[in-house]
């Protein structure tokens, strides 16, 4: 748990070449293109606006030369009432502007999220296995959150102020060009500066956005291991652990923000030199009586109006910087393939020759069994996507025959790749090699989606969900059945008396609809794996994987349970990884498991007579193994 902080930063991705700001904001297009009508008219809306703010010195300069000089009070209200008519105009279309943006870019932030999260919930278990779930949330959060920013605010006002701008720099060269040109100085100086800044704040924000999703990590660890954390005294290492990383943030931050200090300090500081420049200038030249006083004040006015719009680019800039770290971190997610659940299958993989000398599936079984139906394993081996490229596989020419209605414990040491063999039958992993077939049909020839509806699934580690205690029931069978909510509600019956979890659901304050999971009732560790052996059962599976799952259940509950459970195994065919005697012998026969292969396969009382690894394992002393 110390090491929380070495370990989630592995997708800390500021190593990357840079790519640029604009190729990677470009990248938005798909989810910009349905709103980038009302964009655009807000867009316009807001250049109008500005260029306004830009009519406001010619007028003064009208007011100035016109009734000003002339003494002539009648003009001058009318001049004023003329300004105070533009200001409330461009009030009125910034406030236009926020309108038209708010509700699409919330609709463009919430299709962002929720592509993201489909395509999360479409790839592949190797994925997840490689990605700290708080860098996946802080992309889901933060990162959208940034760019629902970048459009409604940067997006904008790069285009209305670099409109301004323009417009502004003809205004003042029309206006005076000598003035004009003395202003438009330190332009070139500015971009250099900028394309300065763009790349090192590029690289800081896209550390600052790694190291958020770390320290999400981290709290999200915090949060579900607080048992664990406070049981074991590990808070102050913890502590620790978050505060190194809360302080390489904050001086990721401290970085980002000397950064924008020095850029809005030269973006300030420039312009207000070329302005007290050009008012020196023209002030010389009114007292020279080459310029008329009506027109220094325009020009210095519009001068003053073009301010904010440059002044602004600095922060501007950084808030682009940011999004396009977000983007970036976006599609390095929805860059990685995803499974088709529903769509057509994988191809079948090679079958090599079988070793010879490995048990077979149906050593045991009566003369005369179907081949292919059942649960079939033919030189199955697998090899953990991110494990080592010179590492063996861990599991390699795995033969094995379940027969149909068959209960096969499998057994083997801590680490010998029980979990994993049972995670290639749903297709939550393929195999690297062989071929797995459900009642004859090759398992790479079915979609995922189909396959799991053949197979239920009851883990070691039984996860239950926000919701009450039928739904997190309900979830394991069909999405609709036939007879509606009252089979419905007989499946569930059934279920949970399989389980022996009928009795105590039915304690619960509302019954099974009682919420449970991490915001509702918290449930013993036995009550949580009855109601996981409920859901898995509950759709009455052709095909039942359960991974130990009876580990948690007391000597008498798991009595009860595996005279239910003794039912339901003998209408499917089922794959039961066991570590104790009493799972054991809810199964016909077993298979061991060991060095990667299937070692053995026989009835529990042959192979504790025969096998001595087996029977070590049996006894206890196979924990030595682990
Ligand atoms: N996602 C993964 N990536 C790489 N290696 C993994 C992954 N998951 C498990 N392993 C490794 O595969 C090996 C087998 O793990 P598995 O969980 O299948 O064993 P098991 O026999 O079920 O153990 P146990 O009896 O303790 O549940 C272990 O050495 C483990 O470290």
């Known amino acids: 748990m110390a090491d929380t902080a070495q370990t989630t930063n592995q997708t800390d991705r500021t190593d990357l070449p840079q790519r640029s700001a604009v190729r990677s904001l470009l990248r938005l297009w798909p989810f910009i293109r349905p709103v980038r009508a009302r964009l655009g008219v807000a867009a316009c809306v807001a250049v109008l606006a500005s260029c306004i703010s830009l009519v406001i010195p010619l007028v003064l300069k009208w007011l100035v030369d016109g009734p000003v000089a002339a003494r002539d009070p009648g003009g ?3 001049g004023g009432a003329f300004l105070l008519l533009l200001g409330l105009a461009e009030a009125l279309l910034f406030g236009l502007r926020r309108w038209l943006v708010a509700r699409p870019l919330a609709g463009v932030e919430a299709t962002m999220r929720e592509t993201l999260y489909r395509h999360l919930q479409r790839l592949p278990v190797a994925f997840h296995d490689r990605w700290p779930s708080g860098q996946l949330l802080s992309r889901g959060t933060t990162d959208l959150q940034l760019l629902r ?3 409604a605010f940067p997006l904008m006002f790069l285009l209305v102020n670099g409109v301004t701008i323009l417009v502004g720099a003809v205004i003042l060269l029309v206006q005076r060009w000598s003035l004009g040109l003395v202003l438009l100085a330190p332009v070139l100086p500015l971009m250099v500066l900028c394309s ?3 790349a090192k704040y590029g690289r800081a924000a896209r550390r600052a956005q790694d190291q958020v ?12 291991g607080i048992r664990i954390i406070k049981g074991f005294g590990r808070h102050r290492s913890q502590a620790r652990a978050f505060r190194e990383l809360t302080r390489a943030l904050r001086s990721t931050e401290l970085g980002k923000a000397r950064l924008l200090a020095w850029i809005w300090g030269c973006m300030t500081a420039l312009p207000e030199l070329a302005i007290g420049g050009a008012l020196v200038c023209g002030a010389v030249q009114v007292a020279d009586g080459e310029l008329s006083a009506g027109t220094l004040v325009a020009f210095l006015s519009t ?20 999004a396009a770290a977000a983007t970036d971190r976006y599609f390095e997610v929805m860059d990685e393939p995803a499974v088709e659940e529903s769509g ?18 149906t050593a045991g079984a009566g003369a005369g069994a179907a081949t292919d139906q059942g649960l079939v394993f033919s030189g199955v081996a697998f090899r953990y996507p991110d494990a080592p490229p010179d590492s063996p596989p861990l599991l390699r020419d795995i033969t094995l025959h379940i027969r149909p209605g068959e209960t096969m414990a499998l057994v083997g040491a801590t680490g010998s790749g029980k979990t994993t063999l049972t995670a290639l039958v749903p297709r939550l992993y393929d195999p690297t090699a062989g071929r797995i077939s459900l009642d004859g049909r090759d398992l790479a020839t ?14 070691e580690e039984p996860t239950l969900f926000s919701a009450t205690a039928a739904e997190n029931v309900l979830m394991g069978g069909a999405a609709s059945r036939p007879g509606g909510a009252d089979a419905q509600d007989d499946e569930l019956r059934r279920a949970l008396a399989v389980a022996q979890a009928d009795g105590f659901v039915a304690a619960l304050p509302e019954g099974s609809a009682t919420q449970v999971g991490e915001q509702g009732l918290s449930l013993s560790g036995g009550q949580r794996q009855r109601l996981a052996l409920a859901r898995a059962v509950v759709g009455r599976p052709r095909f039942l994987i359960l991974d130990d799952p009876l580990s948690a259940l007391d000597v008498h509950t798991e009595a009860l349970v595996e005279a239910a459970l003794r039912q339901v195994l003998s209408t499917t065919t089922a794959l039961v990884v066991a570590h104790r005697p009493s799972t054991v012998l ?6 061991l498991l060991s060095g990667g292969r299937i070692a053995a396969v026989g009835t529990h009382h042959e192979l504790l007579r025969d096998n001595p690894e087996y029977a070590a394992l049996m006894s206890g002393e196979g924990e030595g193994a682990r």
Do not use: C, K, Y
């Not at 109006?305 to 940011?322: H, Q």
């Not at 020759?353 to 490995?358: D, K, N, S, V």
């Open 76 to 78: 001058a209200w009318l």
């Open 213 to 224: 999703g770390d320290l999400t990590t981290v709290v999200e660890e915090s949060v579900l």
């Open 344 to 361: 057509p299958p994988t191809p079948a993989v090679r079958i090599p020759p079988r070793t010879a000398g490995a048990p077979t599936a």
């Open 196 to 198: 300065v800044f763009e």
């Open 586 to 591: 809810l199964a016909d026969r077993v298979a």
């Open 303 to 322: 001068a003053l109006a073009l301010r904010w719009p440059v002044d602004s680019i600095g922060f501007l800039l950084a808030m682009s910087n940011e």
């Open 149 to 151: 920013m970048f459009f």
């Open 446 to 459: 079915i979609s995922r989606d189909e396959a799991r509806a053949m197979v239920a699934v009851a883990f």
